[in-house]
C-alpha cells in the first residue's frame, strides 16, 4: 500500500467552481506540503504544515487554501478555479530529526487538473 | 531568492554514462538533492548529498558537488532504458521545514 495517497488522481472542474484535493498518509509525518508541477517550471511550493495546528504559504498561495484536518490528513482548495491553476498537483510529507541526515520528501502519485 | 537552475534535456545512447547537471544560488543549502519521476508517477528520492561533503556514491550513482561553484551534478553509470525519466534537482536550508527549491527538471532520452 501506498504511503502517501491522493485523491482523486484526475479532475476535470469549470472556471469558478470550487475544487478540493485530498491527501492522506500513513507514515505518521508531521510535516505535510502541498506542491504544483508545471511543464518546463518544475515544482513550486503552495503551502505547507508542521502538524495539525501550523500552517504556512508557500511561494504560490495565492488562490489557494488548505486544511489540516488531522496528522494524516492534508487537503488543498481551490476556492474559485480558473484556467492558469491546470497543473499537476503533488502532496508530500517529511519528518523532522536531529540526527544530521537529510529530511527526506516523500511525494504521493499526483493529482492531474485541468480548469476548463 | 533562491534559485535552482538544470538543462531540460539530454539524451545519451544505452550503455553510457549520463551526467545530470545543477547550479544553485543559496550558499545556506544544508542538503542538496536528486529526485527521479517516471511517466505519470510522483517524485521518488534517489540520492541527497550533505553540503560538507564532496562526493557520494551509490550503486550506479555518483553525485559531485562543487560548493564553491554551488554546482551539483549526477552521473548514471551504464545508462539503462530504465533511466528514462525526469531528474530533478532540488535543495533545502537546515530541517527542510519550508519545502524544498526544485529546478526544472532534466528529461533524459535514451538511446538504443
Known amino acids: 500500500d501506498a504511503d502517501v495517497t491522493q485523491t482523486p488522481r484526475n479532475r476535470i472542474t469549470k472556471t469558478g467552481k470550487r475544487i478540493m484535493l485530498e491527501c492522506s498518509q500513513t507514515?505518521?509525518?508531521?510535516?505535510m506540503y502541498w506542491y504544483r508541477q508545471d511543464p518546463g517550471l518544475g515544482l513550486r511550493l503552495i503551502y505547507y504544515?508542521?502538524?495539525?495546528?501550523?500552517?504556512n504559504k508557500g511561494e504560490i498561495s495565492d488562490g489557494y487554501s488548505v486544511s489540516r484536518q488531522a496528522q494524516a490528513k492534508f487537503s488543498l482548495s481551490l476556492e474559485s478555479a480558473i484556467p492558469n491553476q491546470t497543473a499537476l498537483y503533488f502532496c508530500?510529507?517529511?519528518?523532522?530529526?536531529?540526527?544530521?541526515?537529510?529530511?527526506?520528501?516523500?511525494f504521493g502519485p499526483g493529482t492531474r487538473l485541468l480548469v476548463l | 531568492g533562491e534559485d535552482v537552475e538544470q538543462s531540460l534535456f539530454l539524451s545519451v545512447r544505452e550503455g553510457d554514462s549520463s551526467v545530470i547537471n545543477c547550479t544553485y544560488t543559496?550558499?545556506?543549502?544544508?542538503?542538496l538533492y536528486w529526485y527521479k519521476q517516471e511517466p505519470g508517477a510522483g517524485l521518488q528520492l534517489l540520492t541527497y548529498?550533505?553540503?560538507?561533503?564532496d562526493m557520494k556514491q551509490d550503486q550506479r550513482l555518483t553525485v559531485l558537488l562543487n560548493k564553491k561553484d554551488k554546482h551539483l551534478s549526477l552521473r548514471i553509470a551504464d545508462t539503462q532504458t530504465g533511466d528514462s525519466a525526469i531528474y530533478f534537482c532540488?535543495?533545502?536550508?537546515?530541517?527542510?521545514?519550508?519545502?524544498?527549491?526544485f529546478g526544472k527538471g532534466t528529461h533524459l532520452i535514451i538511446q538504443p
Open positions: 508530500a510529507t517529511s519528518d523532522p530529526n536531529g540526527g544530521g541526515e537529510a529530511e527526506t520528501q516523500y
Open positions: 507514515k505518521g509525518h508531521d510535516r
Open positions: 504544515s508542521f502538524d495539525v495546528k501550523d500552517i
Open positions: 543559496d550558499s545556506s543549502s544544508t542538503y
Open positions: 548529498i550533505f553540503s560538507n561533503m
Open positions: 532540488a535543495e533545502t536550508g537546515g530541517g527542510g521545514a519550508d519545502g524544498l527549491t
